[in-house]
């Protein structure tokens, strides 16, 4: 593993990060939001087999955000059709805990949600990983930090939405980096393991400036499924991440 000493302007401010880097220590989500899925299972395979580290759930509820998408049943469906690999479950639904509940058993690795849709964040927290599953937090663009620091140390991950959630196919809004950039510093003052996803109009142009912030995790929908060759889309991706 190299040492590598990076720079990167947000805002105003340069931030200096120290970090042990390689391939491995930077992820790649495709979401099935975007996917075929006419043949979800034969989608989620090849661009496992193309480079994809994890699989992104995107669950909307038409109640927290104005979508409504996929449940349970399709993450046990995709773990009984043999995809072993990690599955990442992104809830933008109120309330979270029953369904949360539901996905775990169904066979997610990681859940995140966002903190304004629990009551209690740490008991929704906890309550996830007390069953073994991993857990994060969600901050929209115009969503405050403000309940990160309390609960930093319980969680495995955090996730900056970079558009407004809702629909795939958005614009990334650039003022997430600075947002970016803040958790990074949370993250790295914490000594503690734990990932920094993106998620929101990341491509060729935008995954550079996600992982000049600080990111680590890289959600991807419509930048991989709507081009013809997987492996070699996610391997442009990878390129492109400083």
């Known amino acids: 593993t190299a040492y590598e000493i990076s720079a990167c302007l947000v805002g105003s401010e340069m931030c ?14 495709p979401s099935i939001l975007a996917s075929d899925f006419a043949r979800l299972g034969e989608e989620v395979r090849n661009v496992l087999d193309a480079g ?35 599955i990442d479950v992104h809830l933008m639904i109120d309330p979270v805990d029953d369904l949360a509940q539901n996905f775990i058993k169904a066979g997610a690795d990681l859940i995140s949600f966002h903190p304004e849709a629990s009551k209690h964040i740490h008991r ?6 007390d069953k073994g599953c991993k857990a994060g937090l969600v901050y929209n663009p115009a969503t405050p930090l403000n309940t990160l620091e309390s609960v930093l140390d319980d969680l495995d991950l ?12 958005q614009s990334f809004i650039h003022s997430s980096l600075e947002k970016i950039a803040q958790v990074r510093k ?46 070699q889309t996610i391997s442009e991706l990878r390129s492109k991440i400083v």
């Open 158 to 169: 955090v996730l900056i939405m970079s558009v407004n959630p809702g629909f795939g196919g």
């Open 52 to 86: 994809a580290d994890w699989v992104h759930f995107d669950v909307m509820d038409n109640h927290y955000v104005p979508n409504l998408t996929i449940g349970p049943m399709v993450c046990e469906a995709l773990r009984k059709y043999g995809i072993k690999e990690f």
């Open 186 to 231: 949370m993250i790295d003052n914490s000594g503690r393991d734990i990932r920094l996803e993106v998620d929101g109009g990341i491509n060729k142009e935008t995954i550079g400036l996600a992982s000049e912030a600080g990111a680590d995790t890289f959600v991807a929908g419509s930048a991989i499924f709507n081009t013809e060759n997987y492996e």
């Open 124 to 129: 929704s927290i906890h309550a996830i990983k």
């Open 16 to 29: 200096i990060r120290d970090r042990h880097m390689s391939d491995q220590n930077y992820i790649i989500a």
